[in-house]
């Protein structure tokens, strides 16, 4: 059996894109903050939020509907989401409801790739 590294759902948000996103909204709350205090589906979001989910499917899609449940409470919900048009939640939940951006190029996720460093 091969030496695997294991595989995880807790990549954080570099610093610099966390500024950009504060720069345009203001402070935010994260419900998926890397080291949560609660569970982030199971409680009430503040009035602005930034949502970096588990990229795992069934997580991703349980923050998406849990964001898309706090907007209907006029609260901001910026998720940040791997690109996925295909998919039934996007065209369902994402598409009707959301205004969209691409980001160009690739995010450097702080994790097991990185060591956690901070940009």
């Not at 065209?91 to 190029?105: D, L, Q, S, V």
Request: proline residues 7%; aromatic residues 14%.
């Amino acid at each position: 059996m091969k030496n695997r590294l294991p595989t995880h759902d807790d990549w954080e948000t570099p610093k610099y894109f966390l500024e950009d996103i504060r720069k345009e909204f203001g402070d935010f709350f994260d419900p998926c903050s890397i080291n949560p205090k609660s569970d982030g589906l199971k409680i009430e979001w503040k009035k602005i939020n930034f949502i970096n989910p588990p990229y795992s499917r069934k997580l991703k899609e349980l923050f998406i509907r849990k964001a898309f449940e706090e907007s209907q409470k006029k609260k901001i919900c910026v998720m940040l989401l791997p690109v996925s048009t295909s998919t039934r939640i996007f065209h369902e939940i994402i598409y009707p409801n959301a205004e969209i951006r691409f980001i160009k190029g690739r995010i450097k996720f702080l994790g097991i790739n990185s060591k956690r460093e901070s940009y």
